[in-house]
């Protein structure tokens, strides 16, 4: 329960509506409850002043800076002239005057604040909010309040107190009562003469009944104490005549109290929480490749690289929460009434309690009942919590635990077969849900029948090549049998007619002496005796115009030199040819211009201006052939790194 914070400004409001008359009841501790003392001490706050200087009033208001009360210094008995003492002296004015014997009865409670200082470690400097060297004579009143908690649910609160020379009680905000010798509503604001504050009767000390005000959780109590007006033109004899040293004076002002409360604790509640399920393994299955349309020439080889992705996620199955929830009632608490207990799990809410007793049932002190739950689950939640509703002074309980998912009672699918009807790809291959790497990868050659390594033989013309991969759950006694699928379509076009086009760096790598790694491409073999020397197994170790092989010309650097800048297309382009391509009269032209320069010229020769105008434009013809920009078009090629 909240409490209220008493507005200091406007705090008789209502009062003459509220003052009744309360039963002062002796404290009588009961036997089965929790207790606990405050008692007015320095750990009271002072957090507003009424000061009455000059008899006007003026507020000072504290409740942003609390001061701590400091003990009073309480008067020697009569007729000693009031002469001051150590906080704590016996048989004072006020401890002998009183009719509650605080000494005996709550020798814990302390005489606090006077009137106008005290003196010592705790004393009040001339700029304090609490000195006012008036108040000897024109009284004042001082706000005093402590908070405390209580554990429970409060049966009882007895609060004594008294004030020289009048109190007002509030709890919570709420005013309770006030002491016969504040007159009236209002009192705290006045002139506090005797028409308003009486001058005797602070020795009855009240006993106020407070419970009704109390509630568990934090309280404040807050209490108003004021001295009275104290001069001659009030009635009163201010004798002897104040002084400083030592200090005396004719007015002292204190206040005492002792509050003792009494609650029943909350009933204990603890919880077991005990998880049980399936884990069931859900997969998927993706099949790729790094080509999905390919444009080849007859006799080309293309490696396709597949990828087979397999991905499994899990889910809890045929999942349970349960336990157990234990209600204790506290030993020294009074009988408790369970009238419900109630387990509600996060997510799926309420779950089945059965208790070892019929509810209603009434828990004996230091008793304890037991009763178990139990609820189906998504495996989602992830707090569990248990609240027991009582009646009576007993307040229920609650306690919440963390729902932790431990190791399954079974695992489902866990495993998997795949297969791919690509030959070379997986036959039968086992993946399982902790396998770190789920990928399966390789590759299969497409090309024409007379392709170098070819794997999967090509026709000429368009087609489709379709290919599946897919699992199934390993038969073990709890697998599903789940299957799956997925498929990879890689489109070819192979012409065989006019044919497309491979740049020199296809050519120069797809062949038996190339040590690449790359297939040999047979074109090579269509050269014939090109060098004339009446042997036709070089291939590419046919001279190219007495100047070196075929293959030694593709990798000699061009430095510059025309002549190779040349040689490099052309050879290109002639294979092109060779191998089908269809070539346009400019292409034609190119090539035969080329063929008779390249045979007249020296390759190591850097030729500049007009004698190097024709050779470059004939190698920009043949290389944009060979690229595919003019012609037929370029193939889709596959080069080693060099």
Request: aromatic share 10%; with cysteine.
């Amino acid at each position: 329960m909240k409490t209220k914070t008493l507005d200091l400004k406007t705090l008789t409001v209502g009062v003459l509506t509220l003052a009744v008359a309360l039963a002062f009841v002796p404290f009588v501790p009961t036997a089965h409850a929790a207790t606990f003392s405050i008692y007015s001490d320095v750990n009271v706050d002072v957090v507003g002043v009424y000061n009455k200087a000059l008899g006007v009033p003026s507020f000072v208001d504290l409740s942003l800076t609390p001061m701590a009360a400091v003990r009073a210094q309480e008067p020697k008995p009569y007729p000693t002239g009031y002469v001051s003492e150590d906080p704590e002296v016996t048989n004072s004015v006020w401890d002998n005057g009183v009719t509650w014997d605080f000494e005996v009865l709550a020798p814990s409670a302390d005489w606090i604040w006077e009137t106008e200082r005290a003196e010592g470690p705790a004393s009040y400097g001339l700029l304090d909010p609490l000195y006012d060297a008036d108040a000897s004579k024109y009284g004042r009143v001082v706000v005093f309040e402590r908070t405390f908690d209580i554990g429970g649910v409060p049966t009882l609160g007895d609060l004594h107190l008294t004030a020289d020379n009048a109190y007002e009680v509030w709890v919570n905000g709420t005013f309770v009562t006030r002491s016969a010798t504040a007159k009236l509503a209002g009192w705290e604001t006045s002139n506090l003469h005797e028409a308003n504050v009486g001058t005797s009767g602070w020795q009855t000390v009240g006993s106020v009944d407070i419970e009704p005000y109390l509630a568990g959780g934090e309280n404040t109590l807050t209490i108003l104490a004021g001295n009275e007006y104290f001069f001659t033109d009030d009635g009163n004899a201010p004798v002897p005549a104040l002084q400083s040293n030592p200090y005396k004076q004719y007015n002292p002002g204190a206040m005492i109290f002792a509050l003792d409360v009494e609650y029943a604790e909350p009933l204990e509640v603890t919880k077991t929480v005990e998880t049980s399920y399936d884990r069931d393994w859900d997969w998927t299955i993706t099949k790729s490749a790094d080509e999905s349309s390919l444009l080849l020439a007859d006799g080309q080889a293309y490696e396709v690289s597949y990828e087979v992705e397999l991905g499994a996620i899990s889910e809890k199955t045929n999942a349970e929460v349960s336990g157990t929830i234990t209600i204790t009632n506290p030993e020294g608490n009074p009988d408790a009434t369970v009238e419900s207990v109630d387990d509600v799990l996060n997510v799926a809410g309420a779950a089945t309690v059965e208790c070892e007793e019929t509810l209603p049932f009434v828990l004996a002190a230091g008793a304890t009942l037991n009763c178990t739950y139990s609820m189906a689950s998504d495996g989602t939640d992830t707090l569990n919590t248990a609240t027991v509703v009582t009646s009576g002074d007993v307040p229920g309980g609650q306690d919440t635990a963390d729902v932790v998912w431990g190791e399954p009672d079974s695992e489902i699918d866990e495993c998997v077969l795949v297969s791919d009807d690509n030959f070379n790809g997986p036959q039968g291959v086992e993946v399982c849900q902790d396998d770190l790497d789920k990928t399966i990868e390789y590759s299969v050659t497409f090309g024409t029948s007379d392709a170098d390594g070819e794997e999967v033989v090509l026709l000429c013309g368009e087609s489709d090549h379709l290919n599946t991969a897919s699992y199934v759950a390993v038969d073990d006694d709890n697998d599903t049998g789940e299957t799956n699928q997925d498929d990879w379509t890689v489109h070819f076009n192979v012409d065989c007619t006019i044919g497309c086009t491979l740049t020199q760096g296809y050519w120069k790598t797809h062949n038996e002496s190339f040590e690449g790694g790359a297939p040999v491409d047979n074109t090579w073999q269509l050269l014939g005796d090109f060098d004339e020397d009446l042997n036709l197994s070089e291939y590419e170790g046919e001279q190219l115009f007495d100047d070196g092989t075929w293959f030694q010309a593709f990798w000699t650097p061009t430095k510059g030199r025309v002549w190779y800048q040349l040689a490099h297309q052309w050879m290109a382009a002639y294979l092109n040819h060779l191998n089908g391509a269809a070539t346009p009269d400019e292409v034609d032209t190119a090539l035969a211009a080329a063929e008779t320069w390249l045979y007249g010229n020296d390759p190591d020769a850097k030729l500049k201006g007009l004698g190097a105008e024709n050779p470059k434009s004939w190698a920009s013809i043949l290389g944009s052939y060979n690229e595919g920009l003019i012609g037929p078009g370029h193939c889709d090629e596959q080069n080693p790194e060099i």
